[in-house]
């Protein structure tokens, strides 16, 4: 299972991606170009891309309210995924979703949801279908330790391994529920632990380390494709910013130590990725500077892309709907 | 005063072999039962004081909630962490507080990490881990009583424990890291998810024990020649490049659940202080079951056999001579 050096590229280059787009997005949110919540994922890039680096483009992905790192790892674009946090006709929902709603049926993501374990149930159903289907995808679910004590993510995890469905379930412990501790609210020491009661294998990863979460799930892959059914990772994480832009409104008091913060922002998915694939000489310092460079001018051209696109109409509200909501009385 | 440490691995057995093995799953809820019972063994030879290693779990709260008898019990005064070196760091502030001994629970990698802050301060590692070669699958209140026989000088270090070995690696001639059972040069490049599952990606490997009753990596060496754990020597095996005069295949139970045909280029045992250079890159070296180092250009890699391991309490043995008492 050892990795090569285009995926490794392709690794960071999606971490850049996710960081450059979510320091964009804090940028323009706070000069107020959009309005709406937003959930920076930054600090967190090694877990999604290095989960996703182990799945084909047929392959689906299922998202949280932390939206945007899940999309862009798995391939999405961030042209159509800026243009859907400006609310414009040319984001991935028409401008209709917003920033947890970024879905590219193409190449496997199914979108996110701003309620927590909501998306859980989505990805099992897609799994289902595989299952149904008799075909070779694979479905991922993230979510993160807050929606670890939701019930919707228990019923998934039962049912998934009930009928042995091909679903990676991935914990991205980021270890606060909004300002809430894990440790206070989690009745075991680590989330990947209630898999047994589950009757599926739990492991615990280093979710700063993108290799170690590749290897991870590219090993979950291998039993689902092969019919063993689903497995659960947890990847240890930290969010280096708030937990919303503008949680200060509602925020009561510090919930984390200066010095915990410091503590792991000195383990930077970044600077870990580069550090080891400069040290083994898969590429140059320049090199992973020209790609942090490359990934901050297309965001840049992505930003411009969605400030030019224009505003969905009033008339457009009731399109792309299963039902027509006016006919109801 | 008389002091039993305790350094219980929360995250012990946690890892990939889950996915890619059959490696077991210990609950939380059972390490702290078997606390109970090792708590219940110590306070039964009279033992002063246990001294625990603080976890943001709280995995000793309860066993500490329900000892009966006169005992002191106090935590380590540490941050609680989440990462092995938080082992290191709690066996080393056990050593200067003066513990008698320490008890372990985890796998053969909680053990390596104990091991470096311990000194000459016995340990009864209890196996709770996935790879368990170190530690033995010994029951909690056995395991205490020989910890507090110990502690309170019953029985002399001598006499109740085997002094084990390690297997030091050296990088510019600089000591870096060190295994209790086994290191593995494996041709993966990063340490990834730690665990090396793949005979395939095997290069040499270095044991200072090869029992052939144990799971892992050293049970390969068990089927060429066994060694104890303080045999005076170790055994180097080469499983890349071209076939020597020893050249064999084995078959041995490389993880839990996970037997595999191994091909041997060749082997032979190795003596203490005889230096055996590591030529490969890129390359890992995966100590006690998990890749911890990575090998870049450039460096001078060797490994080395040391005689002076941890002591170890040899609870069968313990228990032998506290019965003929």
């Known amino acids: 299972m050892d990795i090569d050096r285009d995926l490794l590229l392709l690794m960071l280059r999606r971490m850049w991606m996710i960081r450059n787009f979510e320091l964009k997005v804090m940028e323009v949110h706070s000069a107020g170009e959009f309005a709406g919540g937003a959930h920076p ?101 993230f979510f993160g330790d807050g929606a670890s004590n939701q019930g919707a993510l228990h019923e998934s995890m039962n049912l998934a391994s009930v009928w042995s469905l091909p679903i990676i379930f991935i914990c991205e412990n980021n ?24 009757n599926m294998p739990g492991i615990l990863v280093d979710g700063q380390d993108a290799i170690a979460m590749y290897e991870a799930t590219a090993a979950a892959v291998s039993r689902a494709r092969a019919g063993d059914g689903p497995s659960l990772i947890e990847g240890l994480t930290y969010r280096f910013e708030e937990h919303s832009l503008g949680l200060g409104r509602v925020r009561r008091g510090e919930y984390r130590t200066q010095e915990e913060i410091d503590t ?64 109801f009385p | ?100 001994c320490i008890v372990t629970l985890g796998g053969d990698g909680t053990n390596r990490v104990v091991a470096k802050g311990c000194l000459e301060v ?89 029992e052939p009753a144990s799971i892992g990596l050293s049970s390969i060496g068990s089927r060429l020649e066994p060694i104890a754990i303080d045999d005076p020597f170790g055994l180097y095996i080469r499983m890349d490049g071209e076939p020597g005069s020893t050249a064999t295949t084995v078959r041995a139970p490389i993880a839990p659940g996970a037997v595999s045909d191994v091909d041997i280029m060749d082997w032979r045992r190795i003596m203490p202080g005889e230096q055996i250079s590591i030529d490969l890159h890129p390359g890992t070296i995966a100590l006690d079951g998990e890749r911890e180092v990575e090998l870049l250009p450039n460096q001078k890699v060797h490994a080395m056999l040391n005689l002076d391991g941890p002591w170890v309490v040899d609870v069968p043995h313990t228990m032998m001579l506290l019965a003929n008492r």
């Open chain 1, 41 to 141: 994922y930054i600090g967190e890039e090694a877990v999604a891309v290095g989960a996703c680096a182990a799945l084909e483009d047929t392959d689906y992905i299922a998202g949280n309210h932390r939206s945007h790192g899940h999309p862009i790892a798995k391939g999405g674009r961030v042209d159509k995924a800026m243009a859907e946090l400006y609310g414009r006709t040319d984001g991935y929902c028409k401008g209709k979703g917003g920033s947890m709603h970024l879905a590219d049926y193409s190449i496997g993501i199914l979108g996110e949801s701003g309620i927590l374990g909501s998306s859980v149930p989505v990805a099992v159903g897609a799994a289902l279908a595989a299952s149904i289907k008799g075909e070779k995808f694979v479905s991922l679910a």
């Open chain 1, 175 to 198: 270890q606060y529920a909004v300002t809430t501790s894990y440790a206070e609210t989690v009745a075991v020491e680590h989330v990947s632990d209630r898999a047994s009661a589950y």
């Open chain 1, 264 to 327: 792991w922002r000195k383990r930077d998915p970044l600077d870990i990725l580069e550090q080891n694939i400069i040290a083994q000489g898969v590429a140059t310092r320049e090199e992973c500077d020209d790609i942090n460079a490359e990934t901050a001018e297309e965001v840049e051209k992505a930003t411009e892309f969605a400030r030019n696109s224009p505003f969905p109409e009033p008339s457009d509200l009731f399109d792309d709907m299963w039902a027509d909501p006016i006919a």
């Open chain 2, 1 to 100: 005063m008389s002091t039993v440490g305790i350094i219980a691995n929360p995250a012990a057995g946690k890892d990939i072999r889950r996915l890619v093995a059959h490696g077991r799953v210990v609950s939380n809820q059972e390490k702290a039962n078997i606390l109970r019972r090792v708590f219940a063994g110590i306070v039964s030879t009279g033992t002063d004081q246990i001294l625990i290693m603080p976890d943001h779990s709280g995995l000793a709260r309860p066993a500490t909630a329900d000892v009966e008898g006169e005992i002191e019990i106090d935590f380590v005064d540490m941050p609680t962490a989440d990462h092995q070196g938080a082992s290191t760091n709690a066996a080393r502030a056990m050593v200067e507080q003066g513990v008698d």
């Open chain 2, 122 to 210: 016995p340990l009864v590692p209890i196996s709770t881990g996935t790879n368990n070669v170190f530690p033995a699958n010994t029951e909690g209140t056995l395991a205490g009583i020989a910890a507090g026989s110990v502690a309170t000088q019953r029985l002399t270090r001598d006499d109740a424990c085997r002094r084990s070995k390690r297997i030091d690696i050296y990088i510019d001639n600089e000591l870096c890291d060190d295994a209790l059972v086994d290191a593995a040069v494996s041709t993966q490049m990063f340490v990834g998810a730690r665990a090396v599952w793949d005979t395939s990606t095997l290069h040499a490997m270095f044991l200072t024990r090869a």
